[in-house]
């Protein structure tokens, strides 16, 4: 891609960073620091590398995104509401009694959610069920998964892992985001999985570790997919917790967050500093 390119792309984010910000303003608190980490991620999917039409969201041939990690969903509803598969104004509805937008995705309430996810460890089960399926009919459209590091406790991750190796679904892309916080602190000290990528080679997977924060190089990685045919593909995406309003980055206590109105307004006069800086630099490319 050209560096006017990735630009855009960089662009795309820093405004769904923005959405994600106006989701907390609208309810005063959210999961936050993992839906920034997987930011760049969910971005080059939805506007660079995924088949998709949100005029037509149940597309045949569409790819398919699941959010494993249900409660980052502010990430799947900022990028969804930016490719326009429903008016932004219903971000402001964020934590509202009967909204379309509540703490976990559902699919019967948001077009482009293709399933409810939340039970953590549930992502994968599902994706490679789709992901088999869609190659059953010939299909040659891919489903894409993002999970989080602390996630790879449950158990029922590793049978999907081992259903997909044996498989051969090379249909299958799941990211981990490795940013190395959960709820409860540091994921190597909750329950240590590193080497992720080790783990997931002994299954029999195509592995790659990246900067997830890096949108060239998550860019360049997606334009190369199958990591190798008959394969599934696994991303060790390394991220930063919050990344993208600096009081908060690195650190566990913003994986859910309640603002303090100083900290509101900080987060939104960085977030709309960003885009106004990347909207120069693309003019500029």
């Not at 932004?88 to 559902?106: A, R």
């Not at 299958?172 to 080790?198: C, E, H, K, R, W």
């Amino acid at each position: 891609m050209t560096k006017k390119e990735i630009l855009e792309l960089e662009l795309e984010a820093a405004r769904c960073r923005r959405n994600m910000v106006r989701m907390v303003e609208a309810s005063h608190h959210g999961h936050l620091g993992g839906a920034l980490s997987c930011l760049d991620i969910v971005t080059a999917l939805y506007f660079h590398t995924m088949k998709v039409d949100p005029k037509n969201p149940k597309w045949e041939d569409r790819d398919r995104f699941l959010l494993s990690a249900g409660h980052k969903c502010m990430v799947q509803y900022a990028v969804l509401a930016e490719k326009g598969y429903f008016d932004k104004e219903v971000l402001d509805t964020y934590g509202s009694l009967h909204t379309h937008i509540p703490g976990h995705p559902d699919m019967h309430k948001l077009p482009g959610v293709e399933a409810n996810t939340g039970a953590l460890g549930h992502g994968l089960s599902i994706a490679t069920g789709m992901a088999l399926g869609l190659r059953s009919q010939g299909k040659d459209s891919r489903v894409f998964v993002v999970m989080g590091d602390g996630e790879l406790a449950e158990g029922s991750n590793w049978e999907a892992a081992a259903a997909a190796a044996h498989h051969k679904v090379d249909n299958l892309v799941l990211f981990v985001d490795f940013n190395g916080l959960q709820i409860s602190g540091p994921v190597d000290q909750v329950m240590n999985f590193t080497p992720i990528a080790d783990h997931f080679k002994a299954f029999g997977w195509a592995v790659k570790d990246i900067d997830g924060n890096n949108m060239e190089e998550v860019v360049d990685t997606l334009d190369n997919l199958p990591l190798e045919k008959g394969k599934p593909t696994l991303i060790v995406a390394h991220t930063v917790k919050s990344k993208g309003i600096s009081f908060a980055e690195n650190k566990a206590g913003y994986h859910y967050w309640s603002p303090k109105e100083d900290e509101l307004e900080q987060a939104i006069k960085e977030t709309e500093a960003k885009i106004a800086e990347l909207e120069q630099e693309v003019a500029k490319a």
